[in-house]
């Protein structure tokens, strides 16, 4: 055995604690690290504790190749170092890795940077990962899980970020990926030039606030016009709810939620306009959600952030979908007295997420699948609401929710009818043109509105304004 080693291969079966660089730039790169990672965990000597972001980067060495995505997940293994490679590389096998030539394209890359602290060198395997330090596509992952850990000894001990901020600047930054849906390109949250993506709100319920009874399945034809329209009026995301979070609303059972939704889901899916649409289910229950994704549906937007049902997060996971997490206290019905900050509503906005995001990854749900929502409206007053929107940008850098991208939904909400005398929610498109433009400025990745037609084109004016 050549070089340093302060392990040796055949140590006592423990729990060891290790992190692993993902990458691939070959075929659908995120499904194919998604599958990598389930393999990982398939015999149960393995278990993920923690992903970071996917960030997207050009090639290094070899550059004439496809970008690559690369990730790191934080691992707990019974595997000695040199049974983990044997796993790692009998999973890359198994995907159908074909190494043509060094450093070129790959359709996976699983490679071992840490493992327990420790230093390990042989002919097949160097930990850490002897090339780490030089590559910002490995540094910036691990960085979102362990920023202020430094390599082992006899290296000198400083903070990976220190590394990290010690490399030169890319030209093109790097960009954390979120997936939509199967078709629709993913979310580039660190890219300047990016597309706002404009979210439809289809209520098919009796009593929301604003558009109660307005949309319904009991009357196909007409949904379908209203979908189409949306459409065509710029929405990219369809949300679907069949249930009111208006203070106040009555609480259907699941059964009645899925009976308002599930045909809705089921017509979006049948139109050919909208083979390019992700659609969203808004729900908090976790039965729900499953259903909804079973019919088609690609994302969960629960308003509770998995606190009102405690399979919820779990369920995600098992379903392998991407969730938006919103911020609310209590209940739909208890929020309004739920509104004191004494810390500030922006550092106690991003605690709390950042409390609901750990809670999501703990229950299996990959980093890379998180959306946020500060929950304009929603436990908030009209000064905290305002001073999200203001500070939008300070809550996008938060220390723990970095790479994460932000929904923001302030369509037709009280504040904005307060500031502006409108008391009929239906008309308060003035106020929620600015509010939304407001979003967008300080770095909204998706906004979900009433208007369609109306925000899209405020939308494509603030996105030529503030996307450069």
Not at 14 to 43: P, Q, T, V, W, Y
């Amino acid at each position: 055995m050549a070089g340093h080693c302060q392990i040796h291969d055949n140590a006592p079966q423990r729990e060891h604690r290790a992190f692993i660089a993902l990458g691939s730039n070959l075929d659908d790169r995120i499904a194919m690290i998604e599958k990598a990672c389930k393999e990982m965990e398939a015999r149960g000597d393995i278990r993920i504790v923690r992903t970071s972001s996917l960030w997207e980067t050009k090639a290094m060495y070899v550059l004439d190749q496809g970008n690559f995505i690369n990730g790191a997940c934080e691992i707990e293994t019974s595997l000695s170092p040199i049974g983990l490679l044997d796993r790692l590389q009998s999973i890359e096998n198994q995907l159908g890795r074909v190494k043509l030539i060094d450093k070129g394209p790959r359709n996976i890359d699983l490679d071992i940077l840490l493992y327990d602290g420790v230093t390990f060198s042989n002919e097949r395997l160097q930990i850490p990962h002897r090339l780490m330090l030089e590559r910002e596509f490995v540094l910036r992952p691990l960085c979102e899980l362990i920023p202020n850990e430094g390599l082992p000894p006899p290296h000198p001990q400083v903070p990976l970020l220190d590394h990290l901020n010690q490399l030169p600047r890319s030209e093109d930054p790097l960009s954390s990926l979120t997936p939509l849906s199967r078709t629709l390109p993913p979310i580039t949250a660190h890219h300047t030039y990016r597309k706002t993506h404009v979210m439809s709100i289809l209520n098919l319920t009796p009593d929301s606030f604003s558009d109660g009874g307005i949309h319904s399945t009991s009357n196909l034809l007409a949904l379908k016009k209203t979908i189409q329209s949306h459409i065509k009026a710029g929405a990219t995301i369809l949300d679907v709810g069949g249930q009111s979070t208006r203070p106040g609303a009555v609480q259907v059972t699941s059964a009645e939620e899925i009976s308002r939704i599930l045909p809705a889901i089921k017509l979006i899916r049948s139109l050919p306009e909208a083979e390019n649409i992700a659609i969203s289910v808004d729900t908090y229950r976790a039965d729900v959600a499953e259903a909804a994704i079973k019919a088609g549906a690609d994302i969960v937007n629960d308003v509770s952030a998995g606190n009102l049902d405690p399979e919820m997060l779990a369920t995600v996971a098992r379903l392998g979908c991407t969730v938006c997490l919103m911020h609310m206290r209590g209940t739909p019905a208890t929020m309004n007295e739920l509104t004191s900050y004494p810390d500030g509503v922006v550092e106690t906005v991003g605690r709390e997420l950042l409390d609901r995001v750990q809670a999501a990854e703990k229950a299996g749900i990959r980093r890379w699948r998180i959306i946020l929502d500060p929950g304009i409206g929603f436990a908030k007053k009209q000064e905290q609401n305002l001073e999200l929107l203001r500070r939008l940008s300070h809550l996008r850098s938060f220390p723990g929710l970095h790479g994460i991208p932000w929904l923001i939904g302030a369509s037709r909400k009280a504040f904005v009818g307060k500031i502006t005398g409108v008391k009929e929610a239906r008309e308060r498109t003035w106020g929620t043109a600015a509010a939304i433009s407001a979003a967008i400025q300080g770095g909204a990745d998706i906004v979900r509105v009433h208007d369609v037609e109306e925000m899209g084109k405020v939308a494509k004016m603030a996105d030529a304004v503030w996307r450069v």
